[in-house]
């Protein structure tokens, strides 16, 4: 298997960390009601590598950002609540500072102890961050000599401390977490045992246009789930009431649909759906016995016929990657198709690969996450490597290729 993502980047197996000052930027963009956090997933990916760095005597300095503040007056968005909770599992003394100037971070280095971490507050409450801003960069790169990346989630971003930070600095690399993703995705790329099905949902099409378009040649077949299935059947002819729709898109599913069944491979619809008045009207709510929608009444979910049609090729499957749910599955009774996906997914023996996303937190709530091979920390950044898209945060760490090294033909 190659690693097409890893080639010429150090991992940090790679690095002499003691009393080294270590600026690791992690995904620690957890989901937070009224302060307190309702999914640790990230947070317990990000163990590995700060133990690791801690172990071998390093300074560290941790960043992430944290939802999308306007500015650092959006104190809802403070690393605060994230700070306490790595104090607990990392039996460490994490410092969380509010200012990532370079003054308050050296002094704080200087007496920084064994068993203490320094945490810096939301990156993005710096305009900085999101404009790839090298002033921001500068300043970090002034106290670190170390900089490591662990981040998954963020590194489609070109951002100042994915991309601009790592320019600066000549020690860079990478963390267990990303190491990990890149290896199973790669999998996923490079001759995947077949058969070999992909499971997409969500709400878009148009989303997943790229991702279609990668894997069309590598799956032996698509089941289509969620709202981008009305799509996909309003293509088709099949009348979908007044299901989300994606028209602008039709004329491509209609393609698509074409091209899948000229190479020979599987396109599951869903035969029979949930459907309900609206969305938030779940008493009106019964199961068609066919695929038709009538006028009135949309799709939220996809039927018990679909769901075993679904398990039934899932049951076969040696590789599966699934992204994006089957319906409203944050609704529980909407939620029967995507945790019946889960289950199957946790009963069969192949290698299953969840995108991040919505398709992470579906697992999560399944309660079937820890019978995956892999769920994904990183939903775009995921679909992004997929498709073929290079990550600014990888690509900065490779070693730049030297004008004078490139071998001309003779």
Known sequence: MSSRGLRGIKTVRDFEFKDKVVFLRLDLNVPLEDGKITDETRIQAALPTIKYIQEKGGKIVMASHLGRPQSAQDKQYSMEPIALRLTELLSSEVLLVEEPSAEAVKGLLIGLKKNQLILLENVRFEPGETKNSPEFAHVIASYAQIYINDAFGASHRA???????????????????????????????????????????????????????????????????????????????????KSLVEEDKLKYAREMIERIAARGKTLLLPVDHVITTSITDTASRKTTDNAVIQDGWMGVDIGPQTIKNYSAAISEAKTVFWNGPMGVFETDEFSKGTFGIAESLAKCSAMKIVGGGDSAAAAEASGFASQMTHIS????????????????GLEVLRPKIKTSEVIKPS
């Open 159 to 241: 951002h100042s401390t994915i991309h601009a930070l790592p320019e600066l600095m000549k020690e860079k690399g990478i963390g267990f977490l990303i190491e990990k993703e890149i290896q199973m995705l790669d999998q996923l790329l490079d001759q995947p045992q077949k058969p070999y099905l992909a499971i997409l949902g969500g709400s878009k099409v148009s989303d997943k246009i790229s991702v279609i378009e990668k894997l069309i040649d590598l799956v032996d077949g698509f089941l289509i789930g969620g709202a981008m299935a009305y799509t996909f059947l309003k293509a088709q002819g099949t009348p979908v009431g």
């Open 377 to 392: 920390t990183g939903g775009g950044a995921s679909l992004e490597y997929l498709q073929g898209d290079k990550l600014p």
